[in-house]
């Protein structure tokens, strides 16, 4: 072992460039792997953090002549009709948490000290009903569940309390309400994990009488524990047979069967991985994706071992007199393979610590805002470990093929220099690049069309004016809206000011309503605003007429329905839609992207109400700002007019290219991290390129030198090398490109509206692939070709 140790550190020495490129390839492949693999391994349990997860299900529906896609909320009685329907559901939760999510779910709130001094804060908060604490597994540090008296009563994370009270215990603390609703803390909760649907977030009781015999109220999530997961099926077809609809929605309206109304029991781990489901608003993933970040992790490693392979490879010419020497003198052909596999696995390992240094350096970087999982060392031992294993594996594999090479020839082979150019060995070495090729290739195009696509989404027409619009939360305004509205408008740059109940295409749905319309439901999001908002936000009304101020003082709403709704349902200008608050249609306008690029346009309306019920639902100011103005300078005279309604509060406000990107960060954020591993995908890539052209050119160097002195020009020597790589590089341009196309398109799915297959992408990722191979190329061989031919033929 000693005496393979020290030819180990012997060989380093002489080719410290090779020790150096394979160190540094493996050890950004390892990392590169190893940060992939937290990725996915925080997606992939997600939400098995509770007890008995896998017991845990929601209730969905479908309303296919209704509604295009299936959906996660449902009117209250609705869920607890269900909870009470079978002995095998052991526990029923009911959440407000998806309509919080709407409008941030943030509520203001203040805390007194001894002294009497107010401390405010805003939270996330959720109205939940008793079991919630039944079907998910609440750690409580301090207080209990025990003694729950709704609504007075509210629970707390632990971190919130810490910032809260700081050490101080913070049961029984006092937080009151914007509104003066004294809460009591009844206890303090242990903080899940990023990864599960379960929030962070204060919890208190849903009102009792809220929506309890509303059926026409979708605003609620359900969830189930059971008995046992194999009971799931005979919970629904109980339901579904002995449930009567009719007694609830009348004759005709809903029937339970697959084409009229749908119940569905989805899994608890299931619902991350749902991404075309509406009012679904709990943190997704695309299977999809991951498939498509685990095919690149493998694609690194594989790069990364072809590399090594070649390398060790390349350093035959260099190494196969002294092997050969070692066997002549009598040691085993059996004892140099396995020192040569030994120096395989060293560098892996050599390179596996390297890469574990380079994990903690990404963890301290502005990147690692790209990875969802914990990138600490203790959050991921069976990632880490597991690591180890591949590059052990990797190690192992790639140190047999060249052990077995270097000794296969026989001396007189060796001693004519003739072994490096075999048929065979040339075979392999073409075909191990090619791997790197159509790897590079695809990653490209596929970095490409993500990029597009994120553009896409930003930048098309959303069938409003969107430019020099200013978004602010106003929830914790205090004061007129008149006044709010003077304020604003002292700033000249400011155009106009509106207000809506949510902030315009910044989720991927919103309020579902469903209503009576000549005998028949209608279903449709609704979203509430200011008789202004029509004309400040630019929209093209199509029939009827716009919004008046006199609209806010009738006593029944009015509508204007979008295109989509008019055409689904066969609506008619000044009809009447029934319901509570219902009222008559008075226009029409084209339909506009209100939520995200991933749903299809559905049918919504603008509704305007009284006076007092929009600007109690005003959860957002639309300013609007005139061509040329100074946006930062605005931004500050709002937010200065904001804090003189309230100091205390903390107003959100954004321009509204920040709306979209946040509404579309998540796709970024993959595309981002799925084109930084491409990157240093292709960057080992092109190492490993760089090592065959070295071996190449060091192997036809008496070639070369020959052809010199026969006449051949230096750049007739580059051709003809460049012209041997851009073969290989063109078929493995024909296998990529479908390959890549079909990806793509898979993932383009996720997206009811899409950025187009451009031809152009693929061209590009063949140019670029083709310059940096032409650059590799002939950096290396322009050094060759301009050595003096008499040393390279008599070498």
């Known amino acids: 072992m000693k005496a393979i140790i020290r030819n180990l550190i012997s060989v380093a020495r002489r080719f410290q460039l090779a020790a150096y490129l394979n160190i540094l390839g493996l050890s950004v492949a390892f990392a590169a792997f190893m940060v992939i693999m937290i990725q996915l391994d925080y997606d992939y349990s997600f939400d098995k953090c509770h007890e008995d997860y896998d017991k845990i299900f929601r209730v969905e529906l479908e309303l296919p002549e209704l509604f295009n896609t299936r959906f996660p909320i449902m009117p209250r009685p609705f869920a607890e009709q269900i909870f009470e329907s079978s002995p095998h559901i052991v526990a029923g939760a009911i959440s407000t948490q998806s309509m919080s999510s709407l409008t941030g779910g943030e509520r203001r709130f203040h805390v007194e000290n001894d002294d009497g001094a107010r401390h405010y804060f805003k939270e996330k908060m959720v109205n939940v009903s008793p079991g919630f604490f039944d079907v998910f597994s609440f750690d409580f540090v301090d207080g209990s569940i025990d003694d729950y008296i709704p609504p007075e009563n509210v629970f707390m994370p632990l971190t919130m309390a810490r910032k809260i009270f700081g050490n101080e215990t913070a049961v029984d603390r006092q937080i009151v309400l914007g509104d003066g609703t004294n809460l009591t803390v009844l206890g303090v909760y242990r903080d899940f994990p990023k990864n599960t649907i379960v929030e962070n977030c204060l919890y208190f009781a849903l009102p009792p009488d809220e929506n309890r015999n509303n059926w026409g109220r979708y ?41 009229h109304f749908a119940m569905y029991l989805t899994p608890l781990t ?118 180890a294993l591949v590059a052990l594996l990797v190690g192992i594999l790639a140190g047999v093929y060249p052990s077995r090479y270097m000794t296969s020839f026989e001396p007189a082979f060796v001693l004519k220099g003739s072994f490096a150019l075999s048929p065979k060995g040339k075979q392999l070495r073409n075909s191990l690049i090619g791997i790197q090729y159509v790897a590079s290739f695809a990653l490209i195009i596929g970095a490409s069309f993500m990029f597009l696509q994120n553009r896409f989404m930003q930048n098309s027409n959303l069938g409003y004016n969107k430019d020099g619009l200013i978004v602010a939360d106003i929830r914790g305004i205090q004061g007129s809206r008149d006044a709010f509205d003077n304020q ?35 279903m449709f999001q609704v979203l509430p605003v200011h008789h202004s908002f029509i004309k400040v936000m630019g929209i093209e009304i199509t029939e009827g007429r716009d919004f008046r101020q006199e609209d806010e003082n009738i006593r029944q709403s009015v509508f204007i329905f979008n295109e989509s709704a008019r055409k689904q349902y066969g609506l008619e200008l000044n009809t009447i839609v029934e319901g509570g608050d219902g009222g008559e249609i008075i226009g029409f306008m084209n339909d506009i992207n209100f939520a995200s690029f991933r749903m299809a346009v559905e049918p919504m309306a603008f509704f305007v109400m009284g006076n007092d019920y ?44 920040e709306v979209l990107q946040r509404l579309y960060e998540k796709e970024r954020t993959i595309s981002s991290l799925i084109s930084l ?35 051949a020009s230096v750049m007739s020597i580059i051709l003809m090398f460049n012209k041997a790589y851009f073969k290989i590089m063109i078929i493995c341009f024909a296998i990529a490109a479908p390959l890549a196309w079909y990806a793509v398109t898979r993932w383009l799915e996720n997206f009811a509206y899409k950025t187009p297959m451009h031809w152009w992408v693929y061209l590009l990722a063949l140019a670029v692939v083709g310059v940096i191979t032409a650059g590799t190329v002939t950096f290396q061989n322009w050094r060759v070709a301009n050595d003096d031919p008499v040393k390279s033929i008599m070498n």
Request: proline residues 2%; neutral net charge; glycine residues 6%.
């Open 219 to 259: 605003l609620y999530n359900a969830f189930i524990r059971v008995n046992d997961a194999s009971n799931v099926p005979l919970i629904k077809d109980n339901f579904v047979q002995n449930f009567d609809l009719t007694q609830f929605y009348g004759e005709g309206v809903f029937s339970f069967d697959e084409s």
């Open 270 to 387: 299931d619902i991350h991985f749902s991404p075309d489901m509406q009012y679904d608003f709990s943190p997704k993933a695309s299977r999809q994706t991951l498939m498509i970040l685990f095919a690149i992790a493998v694609v690194i490693i594989s790069i990364a071992a072809i590399n090594f392979t070649n390398f060790s490879t390349a350093l035959t010419p260099m190494r196969i007199k002294s092997i050969n020497t070692q066997h002549v003198l009598g040691l085993r052909r059996s004892k140099i393979r396995f020192a040569l596999v030994f120096e395989a696995v060293v560098v892996c390992f050599v390179s596996y610590i390297v890469a574990l240094l380079l994990v903690d350096l990404f963890k301290n970087t502005p990147l690692s805002r790209l990875v969802d999982g914990d990138l600490a060392y203790a959050a991921n031992l069976s990632v880490f470990i597991g690591t």
């Open 488 to 522: 604003i408008k002292e700033f000249s740059g400011v155009n106009d000011v509106t207000y809506g109940n949510f902030s315009l295409s910044s989720s991927d749905t919103y309020e579902l309503s469903s209503r009576p319309y000549r005998g028949e439901q209608i």
């Open 614 to 657: 929009v600007w109690g639902r005003a959860n957002f100011a639309y300013i609007k700002l005139n061509k040329g103005t100074n946006m930062r300078a605005a931004m500050s005279h709002i937010n200065s007019t904001l804090a003189k309604f309230d100091a205390n509060y903390t107003f959100e406000v954004r321009f509204f290219d």
């Open 677 to 711: 591993f491409s990157i240093l995908a292709i960057f080992i890539s092109i190492v490993g390129v760089f090592g065959l052209v070295v071996f190449d050119s060091e192997c036809r160097r008496k070639e070369i030198g020959i052809r010199k002195v026969l006449g």
